[in-house]
């Protein structure tokens, strides 16, 4: 069962949607099916619920016993039982969503009253669920939420006798006219924000006409307008580093305003922005990520039931090591040791000490925390120990460590199919410099260091890249 529908399904419900799945399952107007209601409590009293990890709990037979205990085992009673078990939490996980959707209760509730000309109570009920709107934090969700309660409303006036106030349907119209711009801005926003991740053709001549008519529009001062607008301006204008600051400035003033999907999105790309510039060399982004991830950090938009995921950890410690703010990431590392969401968390933790203590020189320190147990993380946790190992021995200056070293992050390369072509650009250019370096004397003319500089430049894909760059020009000219 372990690979099933139904596993793969509960495995995206968390335990409190477990418990109420229970609940419902024990509801005779949902369910009569005693046996599913015995199904769904041997995941919760068995503990397989939410991660559905233990194959010998979730073999089948052990199941169909603990169900059906007086029963000799029936391969088609279990089949039966998974597919009615799935159809009831399909059910469920939609009931679930409209129970917990204050937006549904209220359009349906007001539509249901304006048809029976129940005029009092619909006004009372109409006024709540604008006051639940105003008091919301700006999203598209409160747009789309605002025009269908505006909807109703017209529709309400148009039907009914309702003395003292004017069908608006200059407003309606006003309001469809905001809403078709803002939803084809997050479009147009959402398809070239890719560009930071993939190679996208787009035609710019769309976004440059969206960005003008948003602009000059009276919906540009709302806070999430605003922040759509200047972002895809960002993307556009890739050279406009003061438009960059302008957004981040917006952002940090915005964030109690929009709602937190939102504000996680525009983190999201404005991480990506910033990493964008930084393969490509321009350092001063390092100051930028690192304001960008103490206002994730702020805003709880790392975390996911209060852990945060390794690879967060490590471009986090990385942004601040590469600022020389030693103090502030060992406090950082300190306050997070217990909250890293890994099997394997003292790993990870080690991992970033090591990290820091090469940044301050004390090699014998990172060796000692470079242990086996940082490979069993993730292969990039793989990659990355390996880089940070070459890297100890170049500047302890142990060249037979340091070629061995380098021979095996280049096996690992050419076996890596599992990562991306561009990690694999990164770290094949990574070792090409590195050998480079090696093979030069403390001594260089020139042009032999200015040869150097440039290959550097011309990596699109580097890893490593201001460490190189400090290595090449720490190289003496003759």
Known sequence: MHDSKLIKLLRTLDQKTHIRLYKFAQSPYFNTSEAITRLVNYFIKKKCAPIYENNTKLQERVIFKFVYPKTSYSDQKMRTLKNKTLELVEQFIVIDKVVNDANYHEKSLLTHLSRYQLNTHYEQKRKEAQNRLDALPYSQNTFDQQLEINHIHNNHLSTQAVRGEQVSFEGLLADLDNYYLLSRLKYIYHSINRIFVVNVDFDRTLAEDILNRVGNSNIYQIPIVSLYHNMLYCILHTEKEETFADFLEKLKNYADQISKNELNRFYQSAENYCVYHLVRGANQYYVSLFDLYNMAIDNQ??????????????????????????????????????????????????????????????????????????????????????????KIYYETQEVYLLQREVDNLYMFNYRANQIASTHQEGIGNFIALVKDLMNLPPYIKDAQKKKLQTKLESYTHLYERPWLQKKIAAKTSK
């Open 301 to 390: 938009l790392l975390y996911r039931q209060g852990k945060i995921r390794p690879a967060n950890i490590k471009n986090i410690v990385t942004v601040g090591l590469r600022l020389e703010k030693f103090d502030w990431v060992a406090q950082f590392l300190a306050n997070h040791r217990l909250l890293i969401d890994s099997t394997e968390p003292e790993a990870v933790y080690n991992y970033n000490m090591a990290n820091l203590h090469f940044y301050t020189q004390d090699y014998d320190k990172t060796i000692d925390l470079l242990n086996n147990e940082t490979y069993k993380i993730d292969r990039f946790f793989n990659m990355d120990s390996r880089i940070l190992r070459i």
